[in-house]
């Protein structure tokens, strides 16, 4: 029984093995590099990366830290749906440890500039009850890539500064 276990065991591939925490995951699949707690990679990300409040498929979406969430929290944008709905890929968020792909999350801000979100919340099936403040989008390419204009002026896309993509 006990080689059986061991042998179960050992099947199991790393990455379903691993308790992940959100940042270590959201710099793993969105090659953003950018180290410590999610709290830090807003201001962390100026200069080394644009930021916005357009969300792009393989962005980072960075949560602003809360009193229930005192570190923030990051999720990489698998796939926009729409202006205001995205699917996100995080680590950490409805079970401890856990990854979860493709996840609904919307734009409740008042302005639709991604400033506030809810995020699907496993345990209940559905978008939790909770509405996150959110800082805006890094995006996975340096300042001054083709894909995300910058304004030379600012250093960088800041929020409620209109993105334009070729």
Same mark, same amino acid.
């Given at each position: 029984?006990?080689?059986?276990? $061991?042998?179960?065991?050992?099947? /199991?591939?790393?990455?379903?093995?691993? !308790?992940?925490?959100?940042?270590?995951? @959201? &710099?793993? /699949?969105?090659? /953003?590099?950018?180290?410590?707690?999610?709290?830090?990679?807003? *201001?962390? @990300?100026?200069?080394? #990366?644009?930021?916005?409040?357009?969300?792009?498929?393989? @962005?980072?979406?960075? !949560?602003?830290?809360?009193?229930?969430? &005192?570190?923030?929290? =990051?999720? $990489?944008?698998?796939?926009? /749906?729409?202006?205001?709905?995205?699917?996100?890929?995080?680590?950490?968020?409805?079970?401890?440890?856990?990854?979860?792909?493709?996840?609904?999350?919307?734009? =409740?801000?008042?302005?639709?500039?991604?400033?506030? =979100?809810? =995020?699907?919340?496993?345990?209940?099936?559905?978008?939790?009850?909770?509405? #996150?403040?959110?800082?805006?989008?890094? #995006?996975?390419?340096?300042?001054? @890539? *083709?894909?995300?204009?910058?304004?030379?002026?600012?250093?960088?896309?800041?929020?409620?500064?209109?993105?334009?993509?070729?």
């Amino acid at each position: 029984m006990v080689l059986v276990v $061991m042998c179960t065991i050992g099947t /199991i591939s790393p990455a379903a093995a691993q !308790f992940w925490q959100c940042a270590p995951y @959201a &710099r793993e /699949i969105s090659g /953003i590099e950018i180290y410590g707690n999610a709290e830090s990679w807003w *201001d962390q @990300a100026a200069g080394r #990366y644009d930021r916005g409040s357009r969300p792009v498929e393989g @962005a980072v979406l960075s !949560f602003a830290p809360t009193k229930r969430m &005192r570190l923030g929290h =990051v999720a $990489m944008v698998s796939r926009v /749906i729409s202006d205001r709905e995205v699917l996100l890929t995080h680590a950490n968020w409805s079970r401890r440890g856990g990854i979860e792909r493709d996840v609904r999350a919307i734009d =409740v801000s008042a302005a639709g500039d991604w400033s506030e =979100v809810r =995020v699907w919340y496993a345990p209940m099936g559905d978008l939790g009850i909770s509405a #996150y403040p959110t800082n805006g989008f890094i #995006y996975a390419r340096a300042p001054g @890539a *083709d894909v995300i204009p910058q304004d030379p002026a600012s250093g960088g896309a800041e929020r409620g500064q209109v993105l334009t993509f070729d």
